[in-house]
């Protein structure tokens, strides 16, 4: 990292600066081979996340093995996230609200979008061998860290905030259609049913901390923090319920 790039990251605020630096130690942890870090990282993948729920923390700083375009990529992130908690958080403390308010959400939906998409995956257990199931869910999701998918739905989430995007005083495009074109190098990958979670979580943000509080000016704050608490309990009962009987994945 040179000279230019560690100023910016002096100058972030704190939470955008304490989370790419967490970012950067992970990544050189593992690209040196300190950890392993499909034992240290939770992916959007089979479901491991109840049996070590501490990897969500590690999976926060996880944004891949690092090269030159992955430091390209940590410095633009770093230039995003410092735009989105000055410009659209009120505090740090905001902003820690929205990250924590964003991985709810999104693990929400990982659990949630299963028993939508395919709700006999469940009933499979009973007559399939743990192979089958795990080929079928392996089919819905395919691994992202928590880092991919946070930053995913962050930068939907302030695009709904920006104006028409021009080009050369031709024609206005709106910003999310901007945004929609990333799904290119994702979707090439993955099913429709992943990439879901590269914007459903943002959406809800936006309404839950953006359209809430015009509607219910005197309670957004109650309003929001009972969404936010339903979905956390509705994941822990999900979590605990029905996916406790497996045996970890190793």
């Known amino acids: ?7 910016v990251l002096l100058d972030a605020p704190p939470v955008t600066k304490a989370w790419i630096s967490s970012v950067i130690v992970v990544s050189a942890l593992s690209y040196f081979d300190y950890i392993d870090i499909n034992q240290y990282v939770y992916f959007i993948s089979y479901r491991q996340l109840i049996y070590k729920p501490w990897k969500i923390l590690v999976s926060l700083c996880y944004c891949g093995e690092l090269n030159v375009i992955k430091f390209i990529d940590i410095y633009q992130m ?29 693990l929400v939906l990982h659990q949630l979008l299963p028993l939508i998409i395919a709700p006999r995956i469940f009933g499979f257990d009973f007559i399939f061998p743990r192979e089958t199931v795990n080929k079928v ?6 691994k992202f860290s928590l880092w991919d998918l946070l930053i995913m739905n962050f930068i939907y989430y302030k695009s ?13 495009v709106h910003p999310v259609l901007l945004y929609l074109l990333n799904f290119f190098t994702i979707s ?8 879901l979670l590269f914007i459903l979580p943002g959406h809800m943000l ?12 005197h309670q957004s704050n109650k ?3 009972v969404g936010i608490l339903i979905s ?8 605990e319920g029905v996916l406790i009987v497996y045996d970890p994945i190793e």
């Not at 996230?81 to 924590?100: P, Q, V, Y």
């Not at 956390?232 to 979590?239: L, M």
């Open 160 to 172: 709904r905030f920006e104006g028409l995007a021009n080009f050369n005083n031709w024609f206005n």
């Open 223 to 225: 309003v929001f923090a």
């Open 188 to 195: 090439s990958r993955v099913n429709w049913r992943t990439l």
């Open 78 to 106: 770093l230039g995003f996230l410092t735009d989105l908690e000055r410009l659209h958080s009120r505090s740090a403390t905001h902003f820690l609200k929205m990250i924590g308010s964003m991985l709810v959400l999104i």
């Open 232 to 239: 956390f309990i509705f994941w822990i009962f999900i979590a």
């Open 137 to 142: 869910y392996n089919e819905i999701f395919i």
């Open 206 to 217: 936006y309404y839950l901390d953006t359209i809430i509080p015009r509607l219910y000016k």
């Open 1 to 7: 990292m040179d000279l230019a790039a560690m100023n």
